[in-house]
């Protein structure tokens, strides 16, 4: 099925310890974007990718990073997890897909640092 | 930055009942979207409704542009619609990044 894959699904992780999430997506689309959710709250822009080797900073970038090396995949890096970073992960992609923007989401990466 | 703002907060309904959500925006925007959170946290979008109206079976939706707002419309309530239901516009910057609403949660009960 068409769509946009997120592994893990799940992770809990140390303070100091790193991780990569891996997002890929099969419908060609050239945006691609990391949002977090917390509790009670709206998702909020990480990082994002214009085309295949462009990443750009969102609205809260800071202790992330980002990579696109192939079109079809965005990974979202934690260099050293902090218990701030406890959130719930979401990739997203668009197209344009003959004129519709319409966001598709991955099914989420649950982090918790300890 | 644009604001995003939803109401109600939260919404309890019997099943069958009808509602509207509305979601206010503080600037004009080229793309406006909903989507819908259900209890597993699986996000669905429902519409892609910059300006205009919008119908997709139980729901539709209406965004009023130039008055700077949008409403969803739920009819005949099911407990499948139950969930949180997100407003999002395009930020600054284009490439449709978008801002969310904290958004409307919406209890349906049978």
């Known amino acids: 099925n068409a769509g946009v894959t997120q592994t893990p699904k799940f992770r809990v992780l140390k303070t100091g310890q790193s991780m990569t999430l891996l997002c890929a997506q099969d419908?060609?689309?050239?945006?691609m974007y990391w949002y977090r959710q917390d509790p009670g709250m709206g998702l909020r822009l990480i990082h994002y990718s214009v085309g295949e080797g462009t990443t750009a900073k969102g609205e809260v970038p800071d202790g992330y990073n980002v990579s696109r090396l192939k079109k079809q995949n965005f990974l979202l890096g934690l260099e050293s997890a902090a218990p701030s970073q406890t959130s719930v992960y979401f990739c997203?992609?668009?197209?344009?897909?003959?004129?519709?923007?319409?966001?598709?989401f991955g099914s989420g990466t649950r982090l918790t640092v300890v | 930055g644009i604001q995003v703002e939803q109401s109600p907060p939260d919404l309890i309904l019997q099943e069958g009942a009808n509602s509207t959500l509305r979601c206010n925006f503080s600037d004009s925007v080229n793309n406006l979207q909903w989507f819908h959170q259900n209890p597993w946290g699986q996000l669905i979008n429902l519409f892609y409704?910059?300006?205009g109206t919008k119908q997709n079976g139980r729901l539709s939706a209406t965004t009023v542009a130039t008055e700077r707002y949008s409403l969803l419309y739920i009819s005949s309530s099911q407990t499948t619609d139950s969930g949180v239901y997100f407003c999002?516009?395009?930020?600054?910057?284009?490439?449709?990044?978008?801002?969310f609403g904290a958004g409307t949660r919406l209890a349906v009960h049978p």
């Open positions: 997203a992609s668009s197209g344009p897909d003959r004129g519709f923007y319409g966001y598709t």
């Open positions: 419908m060609n689309h050239e945006y």
């Open positions: 409704i910059p300006s």
């Open positions: 999002a516009v395009e930020g600054a910057g284009g490439y449709n990044k978008l801002i």
